[in-house]
């Protein structure tokens, strides 16, 4: 799936004269803690350097890594790296914001926070004597609030020259230990995927002030980034727009920060052993190793900070009291000692097929992250499963593993339901197999087989209804290659063409022909109102009334609200007709402009409401809004206000 965020990248266009940070200025970088680590942070909006969450991030963080044995450290602020408390021209300014109105000064101090950190990350992880050479040091990073962006989007710059930026080198990447975020204004709770990233006490009812970066992470940082978001956070958690910035000042600084500390400092160990490829460098002695059946099934773990787990299909389920612990019938006896370390490393999920029941008797069978409820002992033994096979876990982090369909399970999962149906789940939604032929000729396995509940029926099977989700990219029996958006899919004419719009051949899934027929094509099943779409050649386009409408810059798509698009084929996008008085959107079609007045389109003309009043009382939504741009809709036929 290849989505990119569009608030940032309209950031390039607006700010052309900021000057890219230089190797010059990082070469005043704090001195290589080789065997050792370097801590860096990217304070808030309007914060001064050395600010109350900088402090507490610095004190709670050199306390932890001192106590995990990563005894030599150094300190250094983004905007501040020279250390000369002054912020120079390309240097990372934090600049004040207005969260109500989000102007390009937010948006200028973000690309350039972004590029000094590529830059000096990049110059530090380099071999000398163009780079610093740094090569036995992690680097842990911390951002809050705008300072979280900042990090957020320097992660996701995977490739060099993507729209004029740089990104972090391959040496620079596998140098960061850990990424702290704090109150980011793109988080993403993501409710219902994989994301290992959540952390603190967001609902999955909220969203971000900015809109979530997505995806939120490149994989390579999923199982080294964690996100704090807490639920009273009007920046990165908004659940009422009343509340305003809620605790966003102060919650981080007072809770968060110091909760975060231990997991920032066991990953900055990990990652600092596996670059000096031991962990006795600089004076340091390793932990014992844990015995070497430790994630075998029900294996009890004793953490050394006293916490008991438990072990089930690879995964860990932390026991919230001795109380709990006992009654699922654990004993203490023959527990596994393991280090902080080492419990960082395992997963929360585990793996398919793997049985888990609750204190209260629900039996649950896990396939693709997501736990499918098993209705009856009769379903659980027709499917093939004996008693005992279970294993008892604590409540919390059970729940924490989401149900289906809330929870959709990750792309590629293969499940079977008690009628038999065999399935694969591509972008949220089933694709059945016709035959066990196709299912094998199609490249899977019997071994990828899970045999789940029959609430395997609450999950949609593919249609142009219930589609895969926008992104999704597809592939025949016979090799053609489909991405889906909007409701529709789209044909790519050539591998050249798959390839040069930014897929890769491991972002495909192998679907059966039956239901990927039943997703209709576009141009004739039209994309849906409000899918955004990227041509090959850069233009992009929103779809409203059956017709497509022309952004004239990354700017203007931005400002319109916009931050995520998906990159299809010419031909089918091209059988669309671009919206004008030879192409009018279809009657009823309700559009809005920069301004704030609401057009419908009535008998080949658009219609403005004088009110939202008449608005709403002629039964129209917001939700049937559209945002497009001003000169296509300005070259409409315009009827008046409606009476």
Known sequence: MRRVALAFVATLVATTAVALATATSAQADPSCQNGGAYILWARGSGQAIGDVEAIQYQQNVQNALDGAGVGTHAWAELGNLDGNNHIDPGEYPAAPVSWSSITGGYNTSVFTGVTELISSLNHRYTLGPIGMGCVSETVVLGGYSQGADVLGWALALTEPGVFG??????????????????????????????????????????????GARSPYLPSDFLSRTGSWCDDGDGICAVNDWTIGIGNHTTVYRDSWIQQS??????AARLKQCSLVLSCSSGGTSAPPPPPSNYTNDRTVLHGSDGSLWVMAGGAKFYFGSMTEFYNLGYSTSGMAEVSTATLNAIPTVPRNGTVLRSGGGQIYIVAGSAKFPVGSMTEYYNQGYVNNQWINVPQTPLDAIGDVPGNKPTDGTVIQSPIGALSVVVGGVKFQFGSMTEYHNLGYADTQIVRVTAAADTLANASTATPAGNGTVLRSGGGQLYVVTGGSKFYFGSMT???????????????????????GDAPGNMPGNGTVVHRPDGAIFVIAGGVRWHFGSMTELANLGYSTFTRVSQAPLDGIYDASSSHLPAN????????????????????????????????????????????????????????
């Not at 500390?261 to 066991?266: G, H, K, Q, R, V």
Request: glycine letters at 10%; a positive charge.
């Open 588 to 643: 009823e079609t309700v559009v809005q402009g920069t301004d704030s007045t609401l057009w419908v389109m009535k008998s080949g003309v658009r219609r403005s409401f004088t009110s939202m009043t008449q608005f709403t009382g002629m039964g129209y939504t917001t939700s049937q809004i559209i945002r497009v741009p001003d000169a296509v809709l300005n070259g409409l036929p315009s009827g008046g206000n409606l009476p």
């Open 497 to 519: 063409e798959y390839y040069n719009q930014g897929y890769s051949d491991w972002a495909r899934f192998n679907v059966p022909q039956g239901p990927l027929n039943a997703i």
């Open 165 to 210: 930026l740089p990104a972090l080198t391959p040496e620079a990447r596998s140098h960061i230990g850990f990424v702290a975020l704090y109150g980011d204004p793109k988080f993403n709770v993501a409710c219902g995927q994989n994301r290992p990233w959540v952390r603190a006490n967001a609902r999955c009812a909220s969203f971000p002030r900015l």
């Open 261 to 266: 500390a231990a997991e920032i400092a066991a």
